[in-house]
């Protein structure tokens, strides 16, 4: 991409009537740029609404993102959860595709105790088992586990670096509030989000920094990680310094807000971008 597009996490909630079609409209109404189709509780777009988002998207010029199910873990011991894990990443795939999306991104795994290079192995090994039936469909979406908010959950930008140099057709989605979540309040100055944009661009080169698919909102945190998003004004994190980080590596590609005044602070977070 040539930009840095900001996105809303999901329909304005000022749209009216609220769906996605009009969501889109709102999108390009409010002055942003992008939106994530949430389907994280299911894919809410049908077969036959897809190619109508498609086109609207296209006419308003709106960049679309999409947020997988919740309920994937890529690790679990039991086969058919497995299973219908994969299978989940894939239904989200296939539908944003057809809607024109971009890039999807989801929660790939829990550890659930296992030592993480073993964790790592079977996620790598579902991956590429995705990737190739989306390939082998032609779907050319980009396919992004998430870095995630709990020490419980795989998903550390070093792991998901290390996916995306083994398997095609994957980059990480990296939620900074969720790495600011993590590490109980660090990574949260310009310094430390530039050495997370120094790796990504090491190890996979300066076109990731310019596919960016990540998320940012407010956060409340305790050790044990992410406890719920708040407005960026309500929360700690440092987001002038990660804007800025943002603008000193070139970065471009699609910023999701998941705060809950999702339009509200993507606009705050476009503005601050555009003043720097
Ligand atoms: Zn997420």
Not at 154 to 166: I, N, P, Q
Not at 167 to 190: T, Y
Not at 258 to 271: C, H, Q, T
Request: proline letters at 3%; glycine letters at 6%.
């Amino acid at each position: 991409m040539k930009e840095l597009f900001f996105a809303t996490a999901g329909i304005p909630l000022s749209t009216q009537p609220y769906d996605t079609l009009s969501g889109i409209k709102r999108v390009r109404e409010l002055g942003l740029d992008a939106m994530e189709l949430e389907f994280v509780h299911n894919v809410n777009i049908g077969k036959s609404l897809a190619p109508e988002v498609k086109k609207i998207a296209e006419k308003e010029n709106i960049a679309l993102t999409c947020h997988g199910s919740y309920f994937i873990n890529l690790n679990s011991m039991e086969k058919d959860k497995k299973e219908a894990s994969a299978k989940r990443v894939l239904d989200a795939a296939r539908r944003a595709w057809d809607c024109g999306a971009y890039s999807m991104t989801f929660h790939a795994a829990f550890y659930q105790k296992m030592p993480p290079k073993e964790v790592f192995e079977t996620v790598k090994k579902e991956l590429k088992e995705i990737v190739s039936e989306l390939k082998s469909e032609g779907n050319k979406i980009w396919v992004r586990p998430e870095a995630t908010g709990k020490a419980s959950q795989f998903g550390t930008v070093e792991e998901l670096v290390a996916l995306s140099k083994e398997v095609e057709q994957v980059l990480p989605c990296i939620d900074f509030s969720h790495l600011h979540a993590r590490s109980n309040g660090k990574v949260n100055s310009f310094p430390e989000f530039s050495s997370v944009l120094s790796l990504v661009e090491k190890e996979l080169g300066k076109k990731a920094l310019k596919e960016m698919h990540c998320h940012v909102s407010g956060i409340e945190y305790t050790a044990k990680g992410e406890r719920r998003h708040l407005n960026l004004k309500e929360s700690d994190f440092n987001y002038v310094d990660l804007l800025k980080a943002f603008r000193e590596f070139g970065c471009a590609g699609i910023v999701v807000c998941e705060s809950p005044s999702i339009e509200g602070d993507a606009l705050v977070l476009k503005k601050a971008f555009n003043g720097l």
